[in-house]
C-alpha cells in the first residue's frame, strides 16, 4: 500500500479490480465446462427417474449461449461493483457485499462437489483463485479500515444473497433464450382461398379454416 493510500484509509486497485478479474478466471472455467457437466447430469438423471416427464430434463439443460449469457450479466454486477470500489477507495459497501459473496461462493463450489463426489463447473478455481483472493483482499480491507464504515457483520449478511443473484441470471438468461428461439421460429404459412384471399394457418387445436360465405359442411 502506498503512503497516500495509507493516509487517506483506500486500498490499491488490485483489491478492487482484483475480484472483476478473479471473476473472470473462475468463471471461464464455468463457461468452458458447465454445457457439457449439466448435459451429463440430465442423462444421468433421466435413467435413474424414467417417469419424470420430458419436458422436466428439456428446462434443465444448459446451452453454451444460457452459460455465455448469465455468466455475463453476473459480470456486469461483478464490474459495477469493482468500479465503485475503486471510486470509493474499497469503502463501498456494494464492492464489500459482493467481495464477501464471491469468496463464500467459493465454498458452496467445494461442498457441493464433495457432497455428489465428483467435479462440478469452476470447483477447480474456487479454491486456488476465489478463496485466496477473496481473503487477501479482506485482509487488505481490514488493515486499510475501510470495514469499519460497513460492518463485517452485515456486509456477510448482505453476501447471503449472492445465491440469489445467480438464480436470478440464470432466470434471466433462460427468459433471453426463449425469446430468441421464438424470433427465429419460421412464422406460419398461409393458406390461399378459391376468392385469392391469403389467410394465415390458425395454431393447433384452433380449428379448421372455412370460406368467409361459403356453405357450411
Do not use: C
Not at 123 to 135: K, N
Amino acid at each position: 500500500m502506498s503512503e497516500r493510500e495509507a493516509e487517506t484509509g483506500g486500498v490499491p486497485p488490485a483489491v478492487t479490480w482484483g475480484l472483476l478479474a478473479a471473476f473472470a478466471v473462475h468463471d471461464l472455467e464455468e463457461l468452458a465446462t458447465m454445457p457439457g457437466w449439466a448435459a451429463a447430469e440430465v442423462d444421468r438423471l433421466r435413467r435413474r427417474h424414467p417417469k419424470v416427464p420430458e419436458r422436466v430434463w428439456a428446462t434443465m439443460s444448459v446451452t453454451p449461449g444460457h452459460a455465455a449469457t448469465a455468466i455475463g450479466l453476473m459480470g456486469l454486477v461483478v464490474g459495477a461493483a469493482s468500479a465503485d470500489g475503486a471510486r470509493t477507495g474499497g469503502r463501498s459497501p456494494f464492492f464489500q457485499t459482493v467481495l464477501a459473496g464471491f469468496g463464500l461462493h467459493a465454498v458452496s463450489h467445494v461442498a457441493q462437489s464433495a457432497a455428489l463426489g465428483r467435479y462440478t463447473p469452476g470447483v477447480v478455481t474456487a479454491p486456488l483463485v476465489v478463496a485466496p483472493f477473496s481473503l487477501w483482499a479482506w485482509r487488505e480491507l481490514r488493515r486499510a479500515g475501510v470495514l469499519q464504515e460497513v460492518g463485517t457483520r452485515n456486509v456477510v449478511s448482505g453476501a447471503m444473497m449472492f445465491p440469489l443473484g445467480i438464480l436470478g441470471v440464470h432466470l434471466a438468461a433462460f427468459g433471453a433464450g426463449r425469446l430468441a428461439r421464438r424470433a427465429r421460429a419460421p412464422r406460419r404459412p398461409a393458406a390461399r382461398l378459391p376468392s385469392g384471399r391469403l389467410v394465415r394457418i390458425p395454431r393447433r387445436g384452433t380449428g379448421a379454416l372455412r370460406p368467409q360465405g361459403g356453405a357450411q359442411p
